[in-house]
């Protein structure tokens, strides 16, 4: 290959990287305005996010340049130190965007108290030298400057919980607007250590994110395969096969095995969010924690009423049978719409989305099919009933 070749591809190769600075971009090889030097730098492991920071024993300060993406154009990024937990309830926030009035990148504070209360407020601990600005060449990448005072209880621990985070376009007023709850903004938290030399920092926290993560897709497990899938199994087999009288009492006892089976398991789903919201304060999701509660409820009434159950020739048996059919409904179409709020809520890959699609609508036809044979069962047996001679 001759020189000229190989000064060609270089050249190509120079300008691919300048083209997209993200792809090979790391903490250390990045620059930005200032003549402070920070002399410690972190890939931090989601969000694309970077920080680089100096720690000054002597009067236990701690200088930051957080690095981030916006989750969308003109959104806003986050770092914080929370000094009681690991989430961002109890942060004390740095939140940097561009002014909607002038384009200029500003930074704030926030004490987040709850994810319903995102207000710039002063801070638990001193903070000094905000700034922030936006790296045009990375994207639209933001960076918050900042020098905080790390408070004594944490200095005696050697290290502080950090938070990041990213988030959509400021709502109305200004307001910062709700991040995503995806796997990776979840798992934005670790621990930065502050203890030795500084010859180095340390990024930690994942397995506490990554177990709670876990939890989460139980959770949405547990639900899908009870409400979702084994009710309305249960819900098919009491209205269609009860109709042929070789399947009686055979289809009493599958659908009552269905549905028990169906609420042991929402039992363990429910308790399992239950779990994931008080290790979760501030987040709260209220369509999907009702409708839950709801199910819950509902569905506890229905096993007890069971043991209720009056014989077939009883006074009081056709007001069960509307109670019991009522009931049933609500926690079948209560049942599917909580799934679909739960798939929202978790995000997972479309085809888990895609595949209980398939599996409702494979239950729809199978209901269907059934409903037209059903039909003609019974008109056919009432027409032999009518044709019947009459007894004198």
Request: aromatic content about 10%; proline content about 5%.
């Amino acid at each position: 290959m001759s020189s000229s070749s190989v000064r060609i591809s270089l050249s190509f190769i120079f300008l691919a990287l300048l083209i997209s600075p993200s792809v090979s971009q790391t903490c250390k090889s990045q620059t930005f305005s200032g003549d402070k030097t920070y002399p410690h730098c972190l890939d931090l492991p989601q969000l694309k996010a970077f920080l680089h920071y100096s720690y000054d024993a002597s009067n236990t300060s701690l200088a930051v340049v957080f690095s981030a993406p916006p989750a969308k154009p003109g959104g806003w990024i986050a770092w914080a130190i929370n000094p009681t937990a690991t989430g961002m309830v109890g942060a004390q926030t740095l939140v940097a965007y561009k002014d909607p009035g002038n384009g200029v990148a500003v930074v704030k504070t926030l004490n987040i108290s709850s994810y319903s209360s995102l207000i710039p407020s002063k801070l638990a601990f001193d903070v000094w030298d905000m700034k922030a600005e936006e790296a045009a060449r990375d994207g639209g990448t933001l960076r918050i400057f900042a020098r905080v005072k790390v408070p004594a209880d944490l200095v005696a621990k050697g290290k502080v919980n950090q938070v990041w985070q990213v988030g959509p376009e400021l709502g109305p007023g200004g307001m910062i607007g709700r991040h995503a709850f995806d796997p990776s903004n979840l798992a934005s938290m670790g621990s930065l250590d502050l203890k030795g030399d500084n010859s180095g920092g340390t990024i930690s926290g994942g397995g506490e994110v990554n177990a709670k993560i876990k939890n989460r897709n139980i959770h949405g497990i547990l639900n899908a395969v009870s409400w979702g899938i084994l009710f309305p199994i249960g819900a098919i087999i009491a209205r269609y096969m009860r109709v042929f009288e070789s399947a009686d009492p055979a289809w009493f006892y599958l659908h009552v095995s269905c549905q028990f089976s169906a609420y042991v398991i929402g039992v363990a789903g429910w308790a399992t969010g239950l779990k994931l919201g008080n290790e979760s304060a501030g987040i709260r999701f209220s369509a999907h924690r009702n409708i839950g509660i709801a199910l819950f409820t509902l569905a506890t009434i229905q096993m007890f009423a069971m043991l209720l159950r009056p014989k077939k020739d009883h006074k009081y048996r056709f007001y069960w049978n509307i109670y019991h059919h009522g009931v049933g409904y609500a926690i079948l179409i209560l049942g599917i719409i909580n799934v679909f709020k739960g798939l929202n809520i978790l995000k997972p890959q479309d085809t888990y989305k895609t595949a209980y699609i398939a599996v409702i609508a494979i239950l729809g036809g199978i209901a269907l099919l059934l409903e037209a044979i059903t039909w003609v069962v019974v008109l056919k047996r009432k027409s032999n009933n009518s044709m019947k001679p009459l007894k004198t």
